[in-house]
């Protein structure tokens, strides 16, 4: 046998087993079980885009589908991971202020209507506020407000016409916050009886007990999903629910929702569990009514910002990061490198230094050790928000404040913020896509549903639009960075620091992977399995 000869057949028989690799990992994905997950709280409701939370996101995104969807198995979601889902392609003029969408045809929803163009128009007008129809909140409405209108020209294309370019609209889209709503289906039965084109169907949400999803069999994705059900229950004990965990009750816990201190407990009681610690695009802050006394005093505001230890916080939770209004690289895209945070006022080492100038201005406001401010710090009944809580009590008093903690039910909360029935509350946000467009409008614009504390700066916002429409990619991270590092100086929402939690699952429950960028886009469970 000749050299060639031999070199040939090796390669045939690699092909071979290269094909035969593959096509054994095509076929080892299980049909059929039920994925049982525990809830941490009670969803407000089950319509995604009137809620804010991913005790909405987690539970219901199986039961729709987006134009465009971020790849589930990529566990950084950007720009180059964003795939088609009802869109089956898309394309941009070329002054980048249209962008076309061919639909998929044959997709039906959960009740057998046929999903069209005008189910896209129909979720657009909602969300800018041009349908009769009317959301009970919009708190993305700021995402779309470059939007000029959305015309379907066939039932299988439709065109989204923007004001300006928008390099990011294709984020936002992906995202688990922008689900296709049926125009046949009013807004007021998608809260508790929702109807989508996703892999599963409701089955039954029961306030306060649990969700239960069934396989829709007329899902548009072949094979897919390979569950045959998940089912949700609502178990408002983070100690009980992780017991149940453990003791083979659960399959997965509910995502990101272990902290560092459990999850060592929770290994030592179940080595066989595969847990991953990830970020999560979540941070811990600090929301201030700035429209009532003593908050209104912008020399006060800026001492409670001066006084934070931040290094503190994170010793105290076990893991996270110092960051920015954006979350901090390497997970996250867009926000400051360490040396450009470090410049910013009160984000250097120097914690002492920052709180005596604290001290010097509180004593100028008229307080000090023998007339201290007395306070309330507000939160969220989560393990996410009360250890930082009390932390933060402690650490005003070293600035001559005393604050006693407020400890809100979690399903209260977000009502609580609209209504700015706080003094000072400890928050966490969680951006629904890591792109400045997201974090900058939604949380920091002044006409924004999500703008709790009533921030607003006329010349900083301006600067979102400028940023937004850049098309040059390095330019535009040059602009966020500036963009950002005002936001801090300004005290617009005083960042403590970025969140890094667990997600466990049962070592047979596989093709789950936990996002680094986002708690809110990887939920579809579409491509989950049991290996039992």
């Given at each position: 046998?000749?050299?060639?000869?031999?070199?040939?057949?090796?390669?045939?028989?690699?092909?071979?087993?290269?094909?035969?690799?593959?096509?054994?990992?095509?076929?080892?994905?299980?049909?059929?079980?039920?994925?049982?997950?525990?809830?941490?709280?009670?969803?407000?409701?089950?319509?995604?885009?009137?809620?804010?939370?991913?005790?909405?996101?987690?539970?219901?995104?199986?039961?729709?589908?987006?134009?465009?969807?971020?790849?589930?198995?990529?566990?950084?979601?950007?720009?180059?991971?964003?795939?088609?889902?009802?869109?089956?392609?898309?394309?941009?003029?070329?002054?980048?202020?249209?962008?076309?969408?061919?639909?998929?045809?044959?997709?039906?929803?959960?009740?057998?209507?046929?999903?069209?163009?005008?189910?896209?128009?129909?979720?657009?007008?909602?969300?800018?506020?041009?349908?009769?129809?009317?959301?009970?909140?919009?708190?993305?409405?700021?995402?779309?407000?470059?939007?000029?209108?959305?015309?379907?020209?066939?039932?299988?294309?439709?065109?989204?016409?923007?004001?300006?370019?928008?390099?990011?609209?294709?984020?936002?889209?992906?995202?688990?916050?922008?689900?296709?709503?049926?125009?046949?289906?009013?807004?007021?039965?998608m809260r508790l009886k929702p109807i989508g084109t996703g892999p599963f169907k409701l089955e039954s949400f029961k306030q306060f007990d649990s969700v239960r999803l069934v396989r829709n069999p007329d899902y548009f994705k072949p094979g897919r999903p390979?569950?045959?059900?998940?089912?949700?229950?609502?178990?408002?004990?983070?100690?009980?629910?992780?017991?149940?965990?453990?003791?083979?009750?659960?399959?997965?816990?509910?995502?990101?929702?272990?902290?560092?201190?459990?999850?060592?407990?929770?290994?030592?009681?179940?080595?066989?569990?595969?847990?991953?610690?990830?970020?999560?695009?979540?941070?811990?802050?600090?929301?201030?009514?700035?429209?009532?006394?003593?908050?209104?005093?912008?020399?006060?505001?800026?001492?409670?910002?001066?006084?934070?230890?931040?290094?503190?916080?994170?010793?105290?939770?076990?893991?996270?990061?110092?960051?920015?209004?954006?979350?901090?690289?390497?997970?996250?895209?867009?926000?400051?490198?360490?040396?450009?945070?470090?410049?910013?006022?009160?984000?250097?080492?120097?914690?002492?230094?920052?709180?005596?100038?604290?001290?010097?201005?509180?004593?100028?406001?008229?307080?000090?050790?023998?007339?201290?401010?007395?306070?309330?710090?507000?939160?969220?009944?989560?393990?996410?928000?009360?250890?930082?809580?009390?932390?933060?009590?402690?650490?005003?008093?070293?600035?001559?404040?005393?604050?006693?903690?407020?400890?809100?039910?979690?399903?209260?909360?977000?009502?609580?913020?609209?209504?700015?029935?706080?003094?000072?509350?400890?928050?966490?946000?969680?951006?629904?896509?890591?792109?400045?467009?997201?974090?900058?409008?939604?949380?920091?614009?002044?006409?924004?549903?999500?703008?709790?504390?009533?921030?607003?700066?006329?010349?900083?916002?301006?600067?979102?639009?400028?940023?937004?429409?850049?098309?040059?990619?390095?330019?535009?991270?040059?602009?966020?960075?500036?963009?950002?590092?005002?936001?801090?100086?300004?005290?617009?929402?005083?960042?403590?620091?970025?969140?890094?939690?667990?997600?466990?699952?049962?070592?047979?429950?596989?093709?789950?992977?936990?996002?680094?960028?986002?708690?809110?886009?990887?939920?579809?469970?579409?491509?989950?399995?049991?290996?039992?």
């Open positions: 046998m000749n050299t060639w000869d031999r070199h040939s057949r090796l390669l045939i028989a690699g092909i071979a087993a290269l094909l035969l690799c593959l096509s054994d990992q095509a076929f080892a994905q299980k049909s059929g079980g039920t994925l049982r997950m525990f809830h941490r709280d009670n969803p407000p409701s089950a319509s995604i885009h009137e809620e804010t939370s991913a005790s909405t996101v987690v539970p219901f995104m199986p039961i729709f589908n987006n134009l465009v969807v971020f790849d589930p198995s990529v566990a950084q979601s950007s720009d180059k991971s964003i795939q088609p889902d009802l869109a089956e392609s898309w394309s941009w003029n070329d002054d980048k202020t249209e962008l076309t969408f061919k639909l998929r045809r044959g997709v039906k929803w959960h009740d057998g209507w046929a999903f069209t163009a005008s189910d896209v128009e129909c979720t657009f007008n909602l969300l800018t506020n041009r349908a009769r129809d009317k959301l009970r909140q919009n708190p993305r409405g700021t995402w779309y407000s470059n939007i000029n209108y959305v015309h379907g020209a066939t039932d299988y294309e439709v065109t989204i016409y923007l004001n300006q370019p928008q390099p990011s609209l294709l984020s936002l889209l992906a995202s688990g916050f922008s689900p296709i709503y049926p125009c046949h289906v009013p807004a007021a039965q390979y569950l045959d059900g998940i089912e949700i229950y609502i178990v408002s004990s983070p100690a009980t629910a992780l017991i149940s965990f453990i003791a083979g009750r659960f399959d997965m816990t509910f995502p990101f929702e272990v902290t560092i201190a459990q999850l060592r407990d929770l290994r030592r009681q179940a080595p066989r569990v595969v847990c991953e610690t990830t970020s999560m695009n979540n941070y811990t802050n600090i929301l201030i009514n700035r429209d009532a006394p003593p908050f209104d005093n912008a020399d006060i505001r800026r001492a409670l910002t001066l006084a934070l230890d931040r290094r503190a916080f994170i010793a105290s939770e076990g893991d996270g990061q110092i960051g920015g209004v954006l979350q901090p690289p390497d997970d996250g895209l867009w926000g400051l490198p360490a040396d450009k945070l470090a410049a910013v006022p009160g984000y250097g080492p120097d914690v002492e230094k920052n709180r005596e100038e604290a001290r010097a201005i509180m004593r100028r406001a008229g307080f000090g050790p023998d007339k201290r401010m007395r306070t309330k710090v507000s939160t969220r009944a989560l393990a996410l928000y009360k250890g930082p809580a009390t932390i933060l009590a402690d650490q005003l008093r070293e600035i001559y404040i005393d604050a006693d903690l407020d400890i809100v039910e979690a399903s209260h909360w977000s009502p609580r913020l609209s209504r700015k029935d706080y003094a000072i509350g400890l928050n966490t946000t969680g951006n629904g896509v890591d792109d400045p467009d997201q974090a900058f409008f939604e949380n920091f614009s002044c006409r924004s549903e999500r703008n709790y504390n009533g921030y607003c700066n006329g010349e900083i916002e301006r600067l979102f639009a400028l940023q937004s429409a850049e098309i040059d990619l390095e330019k535009r991270r040059q602009m966020v960075r500036d963009i950002d590092a005002k936001l801090l100086a300004d005290g617009a929402r005083p960042t403590i620091m970025w969140n890094r939690n667990a997600t466990c699952w049962q070592p047979y429950v596989k093709g789950y992977v936990a996002h680094v960028n986002s708690m809110f886009n990887g939920f579809r469970f579409e491509d989950v399995w049991l290996d039992r």
